[in-house]
């Protein structure tokens, strides 16, 4: 008659504060990108992440504190590569615009955006405001020649467009016969237009 061993114990993971909220948001992030904005739920997060329901209430609040928190997080994330690509590059247009596209096409973010928006919680995104004025105040306004309002209204036009490229290209593009990269394609047309008109004081 043989003896089992005993299963090992599982050691639990200590983790900083800091450490502790990152894992639940990449676990949140994973789920989001995976299965869309309804799969972040309690339960689903915290199991995803390895922890235990109150671990996720002690760190965020509430399922629509991590709602919030993840939002932040893909904004912070965007702002750092948009801002990166400026300070390296002359073609403000095209990293910016490239950037934005990336961002919204390839990380949920533009499901996240428009579930927070559809469920009446789009003014929890208070952060956008913070990450435009950055990048106004850095390159965007003195390199295409324009004064600040002209360059934040450009670059509105530029966010709309990314998230409706990353929310309903793909489909649109598929439904009328379309290749998957002209819903991009002619956003970047009208930004442009955008952008002369606005250079020629138009």
Same mark, same amino acid.
């Given at each position: 008659?043989?003896?089992?061993?005993?299963?090992?114990?599982?050691?639990?993971?200590?983790?900083?504060?800091?450490?502790?909220?990152?894992?639940?948001?990449?676990?949140?992030?994973?789920?989001?990108?995976?299965? +869309?904005? %309804? /799969?972040?739920?309690? !339960?689903?997060? =915290? &199991?995803? $992440?390895?922890?235990?329901? *109150?671990?996720?209430?002690?760190?965020?609040?509430?399922?629509?504190?991590?709602?919030?928190?993840?939002?932040?997080?893909?904004?912070?994330?965007?702002?750092?590569?948009?801002?990166?690509?400026?300070?390296?590059?002359?073609?403000?247009?095209?990293? +910016?615009? %490239? /950037?934005?596209?990336? !961002?919204?096409? =390839? &990380?949920? $973010?533009?499901?996240?955006? *428009?579930?927070?928006?559809?469920?009446?919680?789009?003014?929890?995104?208070?952060?956008?405001?913070?990450?435009?004025?950055?990048?106004?105040?850095?390159?965007?306004?003195?390199?295409?020649?324009?004064?600040?309002?002209?360059?934040?209204?450009?670059?509105?036009?530029?966010?709309?467009?990314?998230?409706?490229?990353?929310?309903?290209?793909?489909?649109?593009? *598929?439904?009328?016969?379309?290749?998957?990269?002209?819903?991009?394609?002619?956003?970047?047309?009208?930004?442009?237009?955008?952008?002369?008109?606005?250079?020629?004081?138009?």
């Amino acid at each position: 008659m043989s003896i089992e061993a005993p299963a090992p114990k599982t050691t639990r993971v200590r983790r900083t504060p800091e450490a502790a909220r990152e894992n639940i948001l990449a676990a949140a992030e994973a789920l989001l990108v995976s299965q +869309g904005p %309804q /799969a972040i739920k309690l !339960a689903d997060v =915290a &199991k995803a $992440a390895g922890v235990v329901h *109150a671990n996720v209430i002690h760190h965020f609040g509430s399922i629509a504190g991590v709602e919030t928190a993840l939002m932040e997080r893909m904004i912070r994330q965007l702002a750092e590569k948009v801002l990166t690509a400026l300070d390296r590059d002359d073609a403000v247009l095209g990293v +910016g615009a %490239q /950037a934005l596209f990336d !961002a919204f096409e =390839a &990380k949920g $973010a533009a499901r996240l955006a *428009a579930w927070l928006e559809l469920t009446g919680e789009g003014a929890r995104m208070t952060l956008v405001r913070e990450v435009v004025e950055a990048i106004i105040d850095t390159r965007v306004a003195r390199d295409t020649g324009v004064d600040r309002e002209a360059a934040v209204d450009f670059v509105m036009l530029n966010i709309i467009l990314a998230v409706g490229v990353g929310l309903f290209g793909p489909t649109l593009s *598929a439904l009328l016969g379309r290749p998957s990269e002209r819903p991009r394609e002619l956003a970047l047309e009208l930004i442009e237009g955008r952008l002369s008109a606005s250079q020629q004081g138009g």
